[in-house]
């Protein structure tokens, strides 16, 4: 998946790929900061971004995964 698809995922692709350790809440975070900063001077559709924030809360669920209590979606199954 490249950086325009993972924009556009959902959240049950973006879990898939968490759950398989295809990306990291840190490695899809960073990728979003990079996205704004990309391309928010035309589209001015942030005023304030806190990209030391959104990176230390990116960083809390990689440690909660690795003890086994991730909070990734988790896919519905069919009834």
């Known amino acids: 998946m490249n950086d325009t698809d993972l924009a556009f995922a959902s959240i049950e692709?973006?879990?898939?790929?968490?759950?398989?350790?295809?990306?990291s809440p840190v490695e899809l975070t960073k990728?979003?900061?990079?996205?704004?900063?990309?391309?928010?001077?035309?589209?001015?559709?942030?005023i304030t971004?806190?990209?030391?924030?959104?990176?230390?809360?990116?960083?809390?669920?990689?440690?909660k995964s690795r003890i086994g209590t991730s909070r990734a979606p988790r896919p519905q199954r069919p009834l």
Not at 14 to 19: A, E, H, T
């Open 13 to 23: 692709e973006i879990g898939k790929l968490f759950r398989k350790r295809k990306l």
């Open 49 to 63: 971004v806190t990209a030391e924030l959104a990176l230390a809360q990116a960083n809390r669920p990689s440690q």
């Open 31 to 46: 990728l979003m900061l990079a996205r704004i900063e990309r391309l928010n001077p035309k589209l001015n559709a942030y």
